[in-house]
C-alpha cells in the first residue's frame, strides 16, 4: 500500500547562502554566469572610487546584453 503525505514548509530565501543556491543551480545545468555582465570588474572599480566609471561600464554591459538577447 502506498501512502502519499503532503508537506507545506515556510522557506525565506536569506536563509540561503548565495554560493549555495549557485552551486544548487548549475548542479541542476542551469547556467548561472550573467551574459556580458562582470559584476567582479564594477567592483574593482567601486572599491577603487571610480563610481562614474563603474556606472558607465555597467550600462554598457548591459546594453551589449540587451542587443545579445533582442
Known amino acids: 500500500m502506498t501512502v ?3 508537506v507545506d514548509v ?3 530565501m536569506s536563509d540561503f547562502d548565495t554560493e549555495d543556491l549557485i ?3 548549475q548542479s541542476r545545468g542551469e547556467d548561472t554566469t550573467p551574459h556580458n555582465i562582470d559584476i567582479e570588474r ?3 572599480l567601486l572599491m577603487c ?3 562614474d566609471e563603474a556606472k558607465d561600464e555597467a550600462w554598457q554591459m548591459i546594453q551589449k546584453t540587451l542587443r545579445a538577447t533582442a
Do not use: F, K, N
Request: glycine share 6%.
Open 23 to 25: 552551486e544548487e543551480l
Open 49 to 51: 572610487g571610480m563610481i
Open 42 to 44: 564594477i567592483r574593482h
Open 4 to 6: 502519499t503525505v503532503t
Open 10 to 12: 515556510d522557506v525565506d
